[in-house]
């Protein structure tokens, strides 16, 4: 018997759920689909899914609710696909322990690699600085033992804070991380120093970026916080 990973799709539209089952069955997931936030809930609870595509537009529960009562106990992926461009709504989620989003409409390759992502992250949980010397993303490696960073092979310099941001965001490439959460990581949990983050981000990629109006290492996520790529 085939041991493939576990996809819970909760989502009450049944042509959307039908289109993601149809790519994932053909790429090797095992699908489970409800419909409900009631039943995405017990369906987590019996069949421990590796990973979990959330709506948040549901008929009963809304599904931050959901995510809410799975996240009281579980810390399965959860990647949140929402028709809603609500910013303050993904940063709730963010805050929830959601993993990602994604937006309606969005292409197959996309779903995938948000997918294998997040998956990735979770196994890579027990993350150990000491025991990973180097991230290198493109051209650009930090060597977080030796504390110092590259870019296509000259060196270059940051101050401790923009180094920290820089860590952080590596260490998470691929995933959203919301402004609130950086801050928390980086100045501790009882200050909000947004506009100091904003600073020291236009900083980094004035060092880092060809072209710091056009990122390609460090994108944007409108109103919601940054994501380092994971490859260029
Ligand atoms: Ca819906």
């Avoid at 609870?45 to 990973?51: G, I, N, Q, R, W």
């Avoid at 600085?129 to 000259?154: C, F, H, M, W």
């Amino acid at each position: 018997m085939e041991n493939k990973p576990i996809i819970l799709i909760v989502e009450d539209e049944k042509g959307i759920s039908n289109f993601i089952s149809a790519i994932l069955t053909s790429n090797d997931y095992s699908v489970i689909k409800c419909t409900k936030g009631s039943e995405a809930v017990s369906m987590t609870a019996s069949y421990c899914p590796e990973l979990i595509l959330l709506d948040l537009g549901l008929p009963d529960i809304d599904g931050i609710e959901v995510l809410r009562s799975i996240r009281e106990w579980s810390d399965v992926p959860v990647i949140v696909v929402t028709a809603r461009n609500n910013e303050a709504e993904k940063v709730e989620a963010f805050d929830l322990g959601a993993d990602d989003y994604i937006t309606k409409p969005f292409g197959t390759m996309e779903l995938l690699a948000r997918i294998r992502t997040a998956i990735r992250h979770k196994q890579n949980n027990s993350y150990n600085p000491l025991q990973t010397d180097k991230i290198k993303i493109g051209g650009l490696v930090i060597d977080a033992v030796k504390r110092n960073i590259s870019l296509d092979e000259k060196v270059i310099h940051l101050t401790p804070i923009e180094y920290k941001i820089l860590l952080l965001l590596a260490k998470n490439a691929g995933r959203v991380l919301t402004l609130d959460f950086i801050c928390k990581e980086i100045w501790g949990p009882y200050t909000n120093e947004q506009n100091a983050l904003r600073v020291n981000m236009a900083n980094i990629r004035r060092k880092i970026e060809e072209n710091p109006a056009e990122p390609k290492y460090i994108l944007t996520e409108v109103g919601v916080g940054y994501r380092m790529v994971e490859g260029i």
